[in-house]
C-alpha cells in the first residue's frame, strides 16, 4: 500500500458542477499537507496549504481529517480552466531530520461544457 | 511567472552527447531539488541539495550528475543517456530540505527532454 493515496479518477463533471476528492495518508506522523495542480505537460504549481481548521481560496476549500488521516479539496462552480491533475503532496515528520516529501498519484479532473 | 527558472524548455539530445539542465532561484530557499517526471505519473525525487551539499541521491545512474555551484544555482550534467531517459526534468527548491519546516516545493517550469 503507498503511503499517500489518491484516485486517479479521471472525474469528468459539467462547468458549474461541485466535486471533491480525497487524498489518504497511511502514517500519522504526517504533518504538512498541501494540494498542487498539475496542467499536462506543465509543472506543478502550490494551489493551496492545508490546515487543520481547514481553509478556503475562493471556488477552493481545503479540509484535513487527522482522525481518519485524510485530505480533500472541494471545488465549487468548475470552470472549464480547472481541467487538470491534482496531485495531493504530503511532509511526513516535519521539523526533524527525518522529514519526507511524498507524492500522491494524482486525480485527473476534466470539466466539460 | 514562475519564481524557479528552468532552461532550457525543450532539450533533443542523442546518446553519446553531453548536455546540462540549468536552475535558478532567487527566493533564498537553502534546498534544491531536481525530479523526473514521466507521463501520468507523479514526480519522482532523484536528488537534494541541502545549504549547497548533496544531502540526498535516490540512487540515480550516474549518466546524470548535480552540481549545486552556489546557493541560487543548480545544475544537473547529462552524458549518454537513454532512450528511457525521456520525461520531464523539474527543479524545485524549498526554505528548508524535505520539508523540514513544514514549507511548501517551488518547482520550475522543468525541461522536456527527449533522448534519441
Known sequence: ?113 | DTEVTQTPKHLVMGMTNKKSLKCEQHMGHRAMYWYKQKAKKPPELMFVYSYEKLSINESVPSRFSPECPNSSLLNLHLHALQPEDSALYLCASSQSPGGRDGSPLHFGNGTRLTVT
Open chain 1, 1 to 113: 500500500r503507498k503511503e499517500v493515496e489518491q484516485d486517479p479518477g479521471p472525474f469528468n463533471v459539467p462547468e458549474g458542477a461541485t466535486v471533491a476528492f480525497n487524498c489518504t495518508y497511511s502514517n500519522s506522523a504526517s504533518q504538512s499537507f498541501f494540494w498542487y495542480r498539475q496542467d499536462c505537460r506543465k509543472e506543478p504549481k502550490l494551489l493551496m496549504s492545508v490546515y487543520s481548521s481547514g481553509n478556503e481560496d475562493g471556488r477552493f476549500t481545503a479540509q484535513l481529517n487527522r482522525a481518519s488521516q485524510y485530505i480533500s479539496l472541494l471545488i465549487r462552480d468548475s470552470k472549464l480552466s480547472d481541467s487538470a491533475t491534482y496531485l495531493c503532496v504530503v511532509i511526513r515528520a516535519p521539523y526533524s531530520s527525518a522529514s519526507k516529501i511524498i507524492f500522491g498519484s494524482g486525480t485527473r479532473l476534466s470539466i466539460r461544457p
